[in-house]
Structure formats: C-alpha cells, structure tokens
C-alpha cells in the first residue's frame, strides 16, 4: 500500500476487452425505445399507438396507463419522500418525459417505431425556475395533496444569533451566488437488459448501476418479486458520477416488459436522453451573507437557498438529509456561529439533483463559502490567502464541532495552504499580477480551499429508504495464498480492483496481483450500499482492512499451532508471523493458508476466509488547497488557465497513481463546469443543452495542465487513516477558476460572475465596465 | 423558443386574384419549399410532410396547415402546427390585404412561431436564417405563379 502499482483492470480497457452494459445481448433479445414529451408542461388528450403497433417488428407499446394495471405508473423516488411517474400519466411535467415505451425485435425499429406513437398534448404554461415556482400560480404536482410547489424547508444552525453576529459586523458581504444545473454526463449512458427467466421465475438485470444492492432492494420492494428471485449484475460502467445512482424510467419499462413478456428487453440510451431525462446536479440559488471584524476575523455565515428540484424530488439523498450535507457550508474556517435554510420547489424540468462527484450537496457548499470568503476578502482589502490563514480552523482543535453539526476528524489546513502558496510561487505571482496591471492587463489567481465530508456514512444518522450506510467486504484466502475479494461497492473507473487488492495485501502479506476483486453481482457480493459520494474508501476500504484483520487472527491461531506456540506468543511482524523476538522462526501468510486448508488447527474451522459489516462512527473530511492563475483577455473575453495546483489531503493514500488521476478526471469536470457547462432551460421550459454540441466536454486541447500534490493528516478513526479523494477535485476547483476570473476582473470593478464563465458572460461583463 | 417574423410583400396581380389564390389549400402547399407531400383535407385545410434541415435536425416533419379567411376579403390568418423527432412547431400568421393604386396588391403580413424539442436547441440564428429562406421562397412562388406572364402561360 502506498505504491503506484498499476491498475490491475487497464489492461483489460485498453485493449477493449472491457464488458459494458452494451456488450451483453441474450438469445431472443427485444429492444425498448422510449417516447419523449416534446412539451414541458402539458395534458395528455390522447396516445395513439395504432401507427406504433402497425409497423413489422413491433411487440408492445406500453403507456403509463398499461403501467398502471400492475401498479408499475409510479415509483418511490430513493429518499423515499416523493414518488415520480414511470410513464406519463395524465400529464408531463417536464420536457423530454417518457411518455410510452415501443418494445420490438431491433434497436433500429424500436426507435423508428416510437416516432409513430401519436400523443395529443394540450400545452400548459410551464414554471422554470424556483423564484417563479414559489409564487404557486401554477401548481405543477395534481397528484400531491398539499397544492403548492414547495417541497421542504430545512435548516441547521441558530438563526437568531447568527443574524444578530451578523448586524453586530464590521463588515458583511451578500451576494446571490448560483451553482447552475449541470450533468454527470457519463461518457457511458445508462440502460439495462431485463432477462425474466419464465423456468426459473428468476429476473435478471444486467444494469449500469452504481449500487446494485440497493436496487434489488428497490426492484423488490416496488415489484414485490422476493428479492432472492431478483439477480442483479452490474458490469463495467463507463463512468457514473452520481447519475447511475437513481432509477430511471427505461429501467423500470425494460424490466416490466420482460416480466410480461417472459423475454429479454433491452434498452441503452441515447446522448439525448441521458442529458434531458437523468439525474442532474446542481441548480441551487445560494444567498451567501459573511459578517467580519475589520481585521478580517469571521464573525457569522448565513446561507439561504431555493432549490430547483425538478419534476419531482428525486434527488439522491440520505433520508434525514434532505438538503444533504450541505451543512459543511462553514467549510474550513472557525465561524463562532452559523445558519442555514434551504426551501426546495418543484419545477417543469428534469428531476434529479444527485450528488455528481460530490458528496451531496458538498460541492454547492464549498463553491458559496469559497466564493464569499474570496468576495470578502475583496471587501476587507485583505489579501485572500491572508484571510483563509487568518480564520481556518486550527490542528489542535480536532476533532471540529462546526457550528453546523459536523465534527470534523482531522487536518491541518494551514500546512497544506503554505504549500501551496510556496509550490505556486505565490508572492512571484502577485508581483506580476500588479506589474501586469500597470499595463491593463487582466491577470488573476483564485484560491480554494474546501473542506468535505465524505463517507456517509454512520448508521445512526444514513439510511437510503430505510437501508443503513454501512459497506461491506468479504474475502476468502485460497490454499496457495491467492484470494478473492468482493466488496459491497461498484467501481465505474475508481480503479477498485487495484486499490482493494492493496489495501487487503497490506493487511495480509499477499501479493496484491494475486487477490481478485469482485463486485456488482448481487448474487456473489455482500450487501453494501455501493459507490458515489466518495463512501467507498472510507466505507468499504475500512471493511475490506477489518475483514483482512479477521482473516490475521484466524491466521494467528493457525501459526500457534503450526509453530508450537501460545497464541499469545505469536506475532505479525513484517507481514509474517513469528514466534515473538524470534524472526527466524516465522511464517507466511501462504503457509498459513496452505494449512487452513491441509493442517487446520485443532479447535479451529478449516478454510480462512471473513466478511466484515463496516458501520463508520463517523464521515471523513478530506481537504484541499486549490491555486488558479488565469489571463483574461479583456477583447475576447476569452480565459486561459495558465497554472492550476492541487494539494489534496486524503489521508492516508492507498495507490499515489490511482489518486493522481482521480484528481486530474475532477478537474476536469470542474473546469468544465467552470467554464463550458450548463444545463440551461429557455421560458418555455425548452432544455437548450440536449447534446455534446450543445454541452460541452473539454478535449485534452481546452484542458490545462494540471499540478498536484499532497499533504497527510491521517483519519483517526478509520482503520488505515483514508478519508476518501475521487470528489475532492470535482469540489473544490469551480471555486478556484471562478475566484481567480473575478481576481483578474477587478481592476475592472467586477464582482461577481455565475457559471459557467463562457467567453460571452466575461465579455458582456469587461465590456459592460469598460462603457460603464 | 419563440420567434416573431412580419414584413410587407407586393405582389403584381389583383386582390381578387391574390385572394383566391391564397385561400386555396393546394396554392399554399404548392408554394412552400421542401413539401414532399400534401393533402387537401378539406378547401380549408391540409397536411403536408416537409423535408426539415435546421442545423443537426434533420427529417420529415409533418403540418397541419389551417387557412382562416375572414369575412370581407381583406384578411387571411392561418395556423400551422406539427413537428417530428420530438419537436414540436406551432406558428400563427396572418395577412391584411389592400389594393395598389397600380392594380398591384400588397400583404402586410406578421407570423409568431413556437418550438419546443430539438429544434428549439438549435439556435436563434440557425432557425432564423431557415425561416426566413421558408417565407422568402414562398412568397417568391406566389408572386411567380401569379405574375402577368405564369397568368398568360396555357394551364
């Protein structure tokens, strides 16, 4: 553990031996295509299916009514406080909504088939956005009984007192900070082949899942099939990041025209409909309020925010989190108090708001206290660096009660930030900046630096529908001393099969070659709630070393007998065990395992094989010190990130390689949320970004280069010290880009700019100064 | 998306002509670029399937055309709506219709049209520029099926 080993599953993606969900076909498989609402907000009047059912091929065309007949028209949504529509009934509520599902012999007349299904619409005026929304002139849900759009309200803090620190500042700064609607985009869309095996009566879901425990619970609860007669595999994913968390509507069609049927039914998505009808991210409208003493000392944070949910609340979410864990709002600085509310609405547009590389919510929270922390620095005329250093928690007040609820585990935050300023040339840096200015032009350094909380997650307080957050692993060591390891997550590209053999060879003495990882078969694996929100390292890996530890002290045993020797008498030392003081007279893990098998002990069960349950006590709070260095050209508005440094603190570190790429995959997508990204609806609740042409993935030509580097502040309390990285970066940089543009603005007296930072909005905003 | 287009076209022909020309389902579909088939449904009404290239999306679309002649014979309004591939278009126009002192006959005409689905992500100017080929062709075939010389030529 600790190596660069190479992954050991990259062989087998860069030759194309990968198997996705795309690859698997079945004898007499049949294809579901779907058939979208081109309205936002409107009745149905009538579905025809004649012109559907008259072409050579078709088999079905189902409607939300036919769905309805086996009480299949609408599903819980995961938190289980909403149910959304399977098919439309009724009425659709957002554009693209599936509105009947064309079963037939080919992918190809499957499609063209669903082109023919005629549905009549009476169009309605459509809510687009939650400030709209909470005027309730329009009532989106008739299926609700409450007739308003107002979904919850949450709040954590203490209001009176943070308003009253508030009042009593120096100095404040508001400012309505937007982090707009964007999407996971995996590059793989979602789908499912449903094979319901008449003989067996057994269904079996070959499914892009990023929990595929949890959807056989689902599939279970809402079908009523008993959950043993339910197989689910998830094979090799494309890429999840949050958006193969939810169940979506194709599913649910696919596997319901199986289990009419008695066929295979498949259905893969297209670019289209992964963008319009999946779960997006984001699409929360924050009002940042930060009190300060004139020096520049943190007196209060308040943060009130309307969220645009969609159609319906579908958002990924542990059930008493509604708003997740956007509690992390005070981030990595020490406010003596703090509030925060969220009211959540109901709008004409996709639902979702999952926790794309985040954990959610955590990313919403970082981008306002990192972008309010810079805004006051502005204020202050204080240095951003300064400011941070100023108000960051310090080393020995972990473990951190927020003022929010969390207790922060461990960090040294200071640390991590003077070195990135150093790495970064900081002071270099400024000098330029000023020198740069002197001649017009627009240079900018933004810094960033977040604090999450991952790992949901403690029993006491995660559950999804009831199912606490606990993760498992299980791991049976074979008679020559190679293993295999199945653990309750599902890797999409985290490089699981690596990392999980190192952290079980750390544990066991075992060549991290030979221990085969296993996971997204229900039927083989152990339950666990499966991989978003950076849990897996912090859930599974935990369970994956406490199973390992199982296996060492059954081994323990075994070399006692094997070495003549009181079990007392036996330790591991230097991945043996020997005989205390006597390193000469020592075994190795594979010796042991040979006689588990051959030579057991006497008052021992053969074999050597354990599964662990890990409930952690507590989240992890990985964190980061972000640099950004731009240029603006005040003409074009065109920015190019010129230098961009990581420094990620994650604990302990099971594979430097595997975190070093995890790193430069979510600056990526920061970078691309930050300046390309946006689901963006127009008036009429028309999605204007329903395409790669239309949302844009950076190439390797628009993305910058990429500096990184670590510090460690092991977790305490988990048992190798990992607190989780693959969502730091996707968190942490918007923040970075954003500060660093408004940095370069504002000599220019911009302040302000919401993403995503196109060439256009810093255009109109250099350009609106200028003639100002 | 919505879109609002309007302009004045003359065309040299009388208003009695130019009247009965334009209230006659045929005429019109004859008129409109890229139809591949129309149908008369009724001396008010027609579908046609039109052959529809606005940035990526591209296929058949399929009209419901309804002509709307007011009393007097001094207006004509007409809706049209259909789509195809998920979108959705609806457009309402309409046309005053005086008499030149020439013997010419001008149309002060103003349409609003509504899309939703693909069509409405291509852009404003993409669908800007398509549209007004659609309006400036068709009136270029109304005035050419009824100028002095197309009215000399034999049926």
Redesign the interface.
């Known amino acids: 553990m600790g190596h660069s080993m190479k992954r050991k599953e990259d062989p087998r993606f860069i030759r194309g031996h990968g198997r996705y969900l795309d690859d698997f076909t079945l004898p007499g498989m049949v294809w579901m295509s779907l058939v979208?609402s081109?309205?936002?907000h409107a009745r149905i009047v009538k579905i025809d299916k004649t012109a559907a059912l008259a072409v050579p091929g078709v088999i079905a065309v189902l409607t939300g009514e036919d769905l309805a007949a086996h009480n299949l028209a609408w599903v819980p949504t995961f938190h289980g406080y909403d149910k959304q529509m399977v098919l439309a009934v009724g009425k659709v509520l957002y554009?693209?909504q599936e509105v009947a599902g064309v079963i037939a012999s080919s992918r190809e007349i499957a499609q063209d088939a669903a082109?023919l299904v005629d549905v009549e619409y009476e169009p309605l005026d459509p809510v687009t956005n939650p400030f709209q929304s909470r005027e309730d002139k329009i009532i989106l849900r008739d299926d609700r009984e409450n007739k308003t759009n107002h979904i919850y309200h949450w709040e954590v803090g203490k209001r009176e007192e943070t308003d009253a620190a508030l009042a009593a500042s120096d100095v404040t700064i508001k400012e309505r900070i937007v982090f707009q609607r964007c999407h996971p985009a995996p590059l793989e869309p979602c789908g499912i082949l449903a094979d319901m095996n008449p003989a067996t009566g057994r269904l079996t879901l070959w499914l892009t899942s990023q929990a595929p425990h949890a959807h056989r619970t689902v599939v279970s609860l809402v079908t009523g099939i008993p959950e043993d007669k339910i197989h689910i595999i998830s094979p090799d994913i494309g890429g999840g990041f949050g958006n193969k968390v939810p169940v979506y509507p194709g599913y649910v069609v696919s596997a319901a025209a199986s289990v009419v049927l008695g066929i295979p039914v498949k259905w893969v998505e297209t670019r289209?409909e992964n963008l319009t009808t999946t779960g997006f991210a984001r699409d929360y409208h924050m009002d940042v309020e930060i009190g300060a003493t004139k020096d520049g000392r943190v007196t209060a944070l308040k943060v009130a925010t309307a969220a645009d949910h969609g159609a319906f609340d579908a958002a990924a979410d542990p059930t008493k989190y509604p708003a997740g864990l956007f509690g992390i709002v005070t981030g990595s600085y020490d406010f003596p108090t703090a509030f925060t509310e969220l009211d959540a609405y109901f709008t004409n547009k996709a639902p979702g708001g999952v926790a794309y590389r985040c954990s959610f919510r955590v990313t919403e929270a970082s981008f306002a206290i990192e972008r309010g922390m810079e805004l006051l620095a502005r204020k202050l005329n204080m240095d951003p660096s300064e400011l941070r250093l100023k108000n960051f928690v310090k080393k020995e007040q972990f473990p951190y009660p927020s003022p929010l609820g969390f207790v922060y585990d461990s960090g040294d935050y200071h640390m991590t930030l003077r070195k990135a300023l150093d790495m970064i040339g900081y002071d270099d840096l400024r000098k330029e900046q000023a020198e740069k200015r002197e001649r017009g032009e627009l240079m900018g350094i933004g810094i960033s630096t977040f604090t999450e909380a991952v790992g949901a997650g403690p029993s006491k307080h995660f559950d999804i529908m009831g199912i606490k957050m606990f993760d498992s692993a299980e791991i049976r060591v074979h008679p020559t001393g190679s293993a295999i390891l199945r653990a309750g997550t599902k890797s999409q590209g985290q490089g699981h099969e690596t990392t999980w053999a190192q952290i079980a060879a750390e544990e066991l003495g075992l060549d991290p070659q030979n221990i085969m990882v296993e996971e997204g078969d229900t039927d083989t694996a152990p339950y666990g709630l499966g991989t978003y929100a950076s849990r897996s390292t912090p859930v599974a890996g935990a369970a994956i070393a406490m199973a390992s530890r199982k296996i060492r002290e059954k081994a323990r045993k075994i070399a006692a007998h094997l070495l003549e020797a009181a079990v007392d008498d036996v330790e591991w030392a230097n991945y043996k065990f020997q005989v205390k003081g006597q390193p000469d007279n020592a075994l190795t893990m594979q010796q042991i395992a040979f006689a588990a098998y051959t030579n057991p002990a006497p008052d021992s069960e053969p074999g050597l094989e354990a599964t662990f349950y890990y409930d952690p006590p507590n989240l992890t709070f990985p964190y980061g010190a972000y640099i950004a260095v731009v240029d603006v050209d005040r003409e074009t508005g065109a920015v190019k990130v010129r230098r961009f440094l990581a420094i990620d603190d994650c604990g302990t570190v099971i594979n430097p390689m595997v975190v070093e790429g995890q790193i430069h995959g979510g600056l990526t997508e920061g970078f691309a949320i930050a300046f390309m990204q946006e689901i963006a609806y127009?008036e009429?609740?028309?999605?204007?970004?329903?395409?790669f042409?239309?949302y844009l993935v950076p190439t390797s030509l628009e993305t910058p280069h990429w500096e990184t580097s670590s510090t460690c502040t092991p977790s305490p309390h988990h048992p190798i010290g990992a607190k989780g990285v693959g969502e730091s970066p996707n968190v942490g940089s918007p923040a970075a880009f954003v500060n660093a543009v408004m940095d370069a603005l504002s000599p220019l007296g911009v302040t302000h700019i919401d993403m995503p930072l196109t060439r256009e909005k810093v255009w109109r905003a250099c350009r609106q100064a200028t003639t100002a | 998306m919505n879109l609002e287009y309007s302009g004045t076209e003359n065309i040299p022909a009388s208003k009695d002509a130019v009247w009965s020309f334009i209230t006659d389902p045929a005429n019109i579909a004859a008129c409109m670029p890229d139809v591949l088939e129309s149908t008369v449904v009724d001396p008010r009404t027609f579908d046609a399937v039109v052959q529809v290239a606005v940035g990526p999306v591209r296929g058949k679309f399929k009209f419901h055309v309804v002509l709307d002649p007011q009393p007097g014979g001094d207006r004509l309004n007409m809706k049209i709506g259909g789509g195809g591939f998920g979108s959705v278009v609806d457009l309402t126009a309409g046309a005053d219709i005086r008499s030149e002192s020439d013997g010419s006959t001008t149309l002060d005409w103003k349409g609003s049209a509504s899309m939703r689905g693909p069509v409405a992500t291509v852009g404003g100017r993409v669908i800007d520029a398509q549209a007004k080929r659609v309006i400036s062709t068709t009136f270029a075939n109304v005035k050419a099926r009824l100028s002095p010389a197309a009215a000399a030529k034999p049926a």
Request: charged share 15%.
């Open positions: 979208h081109p309205y936002p554009q693209y082109e289209t127009d009429q609740g028309n999605n204007l970004n329903t395409n042409t239309d």
